[in-house]
């Protein structure tokens, strides 16, 4: 079984478990966080509500945080902020 190379997302490296079904973990040296997601999306999120900034490579948002909806009100970012629309 190869093992995975380690992702980046924001600086942060996200570990790929060699096993199938085991949890992906984060870790953040500069705060002494960590994290475990089950998928390697999940563990963006979870890095993105860490960081507390929204992602300057989402897709949704374009780094800005929030949608957009007819020029009528801002609602956060559902990728990098789904904590505020629950």
């Known amino acids: 079984m190869q093992a995975h190379k380690p992702l980046t997302h924001r600086g942060i490296?996200?570990?790929?478990?060699?096993?199938?079904g085991a949890p992906v973990t984060w870790t953040h040296d500069e705060s002494n966080a960590r994290g475990t997601a089950e998928t390697v999306e999940a563990a963006r999120?979870?890095?993105n509500i860490h960081l507390g900034?929204?992602?300057?490579?989402?897709?949704s948002c374009n780094g800005t945080g929030k949608e957009d909806f007819a020029w009528l009100a801002y609602i956060p970012c559902p990728?990098?902020?789904?904590?505020?629309?629950?």
């Open 13 to 20: 490296e996200i570990v790929r478990p060699d096993v199938p």
């Open 45 to 47: 999120v979870q890095i």
């Open 53 to 59: 900034t929204p992602d300057p490579d989402c897709s």
């Open 79 to 86: 990728l990098c902020f789904p904590e505020e629309l629950a």
